[in-house]
């Protein structure tokens, strides 16, 4: 079966609304995912790759544009071009001066980088158009391997099902209960880092090594992860600030909740917090806490009404009505709002998997993101898992004190940062 034409503009997803009029300097809303192979990269293949990929992603090839009422997504006829790899990370894509593409695409040595704006896609939206670049280029770079048998990649969804708004699909309309009033969030202060760059300190770390520790806690990874960041944060607080509890935004992929394939937005936020001014700083007690507010919010009707306050505004005749200057004024308030509700977040994006005959050239995948505070991002491939924190600020002192946790279980760690020094 054919697939339907593709309109020549599309309406932002619901999560995606948030973005616009919230990118700036010190917060691009960019992330990069990135692919180290075991020889240097080809850029004049690596485009033929990306000129096949991009046929299969629509909705890649738009810009944004603002209308009266909302921002959408319009078609555009600018190629997008491979460059080699000279920008700090995640530099700015989305600029309402100038429309350009929302993703670049870069190379450096052995590493392929994949960099999103946050309103085109969510991490595991954009991890089926990395993964199908990364196939394309090894599969044409090394044909003659693949002449008896050409590798199979597990995305089978169709253009259509890519291009879902799957906020959309999901949307009851079911009114959703005034939340109460929590207390503030402990926020990180300090010097940042200058002309709005940010520090990147990944550490890498055999898998089975993590899990076997992670299994001793009887936990998930994720909770082991969030409890040691948070202890780790804790030993920063201020004694005058004990009193205000960390909390930690740990974005959800809804495609684990609901069938979804769309390589657009589809997440959901859950924060979980620890008071340790009333609570124990052991390890032990803060994944028990963890377990429990995990296993409150991670249900489907916690993620339901995720879906339905993002989505009720697209179905409020009223709101629709206001014009977009206004609604970029609430925008910019709800995201300060929310801006101060949590300490940190940490995204746990998952395995990464590609066909077994592709291995062998693929030493590692990673992925981190702009911030203006302090965020990590989790991923594996094979037996490497990535955990790569970014930060605004000049001290690395929460970094530090996370691998040292994790060394001083037996865990071994590799250290690999950018260099930012403050001038």
């Known amino acids: 079966m054919k697939n339907k034409k593709v309109s020549e503009w599309n309406r932002l997803d619901n999560a995606a609304k948030i973005f616009p009029p919230n990118s700036k300097n010190s917060d691009t809303k960019v992330f990069r995912f990135a692919c180290e192979l075991y020889e240097p990269v080809d850029r004049n293949i690596l485009q033929n790759a990306l000129d096949i990929t991009i046929e299969s992603f629509p909705l890649y090839k738009s810009v944004i544009k603002s209308g009266l009422f909302w921002y959408y997504f319009e078609q555009s006829h600018i190629k997008p071009e491979v ?10 894509l989305y600029d309402k001066n100038n429309k350009n593409l ?29 993964k199908t670049l990364v196939f394309h280029y090894i599969t044409i770079r090394h044909e003659f391997k693949f002449r008896d048998r050409v590798p199979v990649l597990d995305i089978d969804a169709s253009k259509n099902q890519k291009m879902d708004d799957s906020f959309q699909k999901y949307y009851s309309g079911t009114k959703t209960k005034v939340k109460k009033k929590k207390e503030k969030a402990f926020r990180i202060r300090g010097s940042k880092i200058p002309e709005y760059r940010i520090n990147v300190i990944e550490g890498i770390i055999p898998v089975d090594s993590m899990l076997a520790k992670v299994q001793e806690y009887k936990t998930s990874l994720t909770i082991f992860m969030a409890a040691i960041l948070m202890c780790a944060i804790n030993e920063e607080i201020p004694v005058r ?36 001014s009333k ?16 296993k409150e919010n991670l249900t489907p009707e916690f993620l339901g009404r995720r879906i339905n306050t993002l989505s009720s505004l697209e179905h409020n005749y009223i709101l629709r009505a206001i014009p977009l200057a206004i609604k970029d004024i609430a925008l910019k308030i ?32 990673d992925i981190f993101v702009s911030t203006n505070k302090l965020q990590a991002c ?46």
């Open 83 to 92: 460059t080699e790899e000279n920008l700090p990370p995640c530099t700015t």
């Open 102 to 130: 929302l993703f670049r695409v870069m190379h450096y040595r052995k590493r392929i980088s994949f960099e999103v704006y946050h309103a085109l896609s969510d991490g595991a939206g954009a991890l089926q158009f990395f």
């Open 241 to 276: 600030l004990k009193k205000r509890p960390v909390v930690l935004s740990i974005p959800v992929n809804l495609r684990n909740y609901y069938y979804s394939q769309t390589a657009r937005n589809f997440f959901g936020v859950i924060n979980v917090d620890y008071d340790f």
């Open 279 to 294: 609570g124990s700083n052991e390890l032990q007690e803060v994944i028990e806490s963890l377990k429990n507010s995990f």
């Open 334 to 365: 709800a995201n300060n709002i929310v801006d101060r509700s949590y300490t940190s977040t940490l995204s746990n994006v998952g395995i990464v998997s590609m066909p077994s005959e592709l291995k062998p050239f693929i030493s590692s995948f």
């Open 378 to 423: 989790v991923c594996s491939f094979e037996n490497n898992l990535r955990i790569s924190f970014t930060s605004a600020f000049v001290s690395t002192e929460i970094q530090r004190r996370f691998f040292k946790t994790l060394t001083d279980f037996g865990i071994p760690v590799t250290i690999e940062s950018n260099i930012v020094h403050e001038e």
